[in-house]
């Protein structure tokens, strides 16, 4: 069956990169696009970016600037690396299919 | 970017009762394609979002037929009846016509 699954560090420094991999099984990822959400705590869900089949990205504007989607397909991984962090990209982290999701990666920005 | 307003941001309703939950986009949702990808996500506390309907109308796999999706354009709508206590936390419309965009979040919770 479809499963994603996120991992990557706990604990981040502001002004610092973040790095995420998203590791699919039951899928393969030059016929299905992956997206990154991410979910501060206690608010609503904001789209990240998309890597598609082919291998194009595309990018949410407001965070354009700071992010890069790429992937692995030789490992079934895609990876999220967006820098200058601060405290305000403290959130939940998921990658996801439009029907399947990860469980989810805790990501706190703090010193 | 296209915007997505859903309404309300809270429903009380009584076990065994009808919800209904609005979102209406910022420009028409129908792709080029002639489909249009609205689908409307449940999600618990503690837990990922779970696609309940997708283009519009499609209940998913496993997806009870209390569970209603319509519209067209650029309005839609999420109809829950008989609603059961499995049925309470936060549904997001979303859209991935043009890019990914969700709507802010309508809290359900029992009266």
């Known amino acids: 069956q479809v499963q994603l699954k996120e991992s990557g560090p706990g604990l981040v420094q502001p002004s610092q990169t973040l790095s995420l991999t998203c590791t699919v099984s039951?899928?393969?990822?030059?016929?299905?696009?992956v997206s990154w959400i991410r979910q501060p705590p206690g608010k609503g869900l904001e789209w990240m970016g998309v890597?598609?089949?082919?291998?194009?990205?595309d990018y949410n504007s407001a965070i354009k600037s700071r992010l890069s989607i790429s992937r692995d397909t030789s490992k079934s991984q895609v990876f999220l690396k967006m820098n200058s962090l601060q405290t305000e990209d403290t959130a939940m982290y998921f990658c996801?299919?439009?029907?399947?999701w990860g469980q989810g990666v805790m990501v706190t920005v703090s010193s | 970017d296209v915007v997505l307003t859903q309404t309300p941001v809270s429903l009380l309703i009584s076990l065994g009762g009808q919800a209904s939950i609005s979102c209406r986009s910022s420009?028409?949702?129908?792709?080029?394609?002639?489909?249009?990808?609205l689908h409307w996500y449940l999600q618990k506390p503690g837990q990922s979002p779970q696609l309940l309907i997708y283009?519009?109308?499609n209940r998913f796999s496993g997806i009870p037929d209390r569970f209603s999706g319509s519209g067209s354009g650029t309005d839609f709508t999420l109809k829950i009846s008989r609603v059961e206590p499995e049925d309470l936390g936060v549904y997001y419309c979303?859209?991935?016509?043009?890019?990914?965009?969700f709507g802010g979040g309508t809290k359900l919770e029992l009266k």
């Open positions: 996801a299919r439009s029907d399947y």
């Open positions: 420009q028409s949702l129908v792709h080029s394609n002639g489909n249009t990808y």
């Open positions: 890597i598609w089949s082919n291998g194009g990205t």
């Open positions: 979303l859209q991935r016509t043009h890019k990914w965009t």
């Open positions: 283009q519009v109308s």
């Open positions: 039951g899928l393969s990822l030059t016929s299905n696009s």
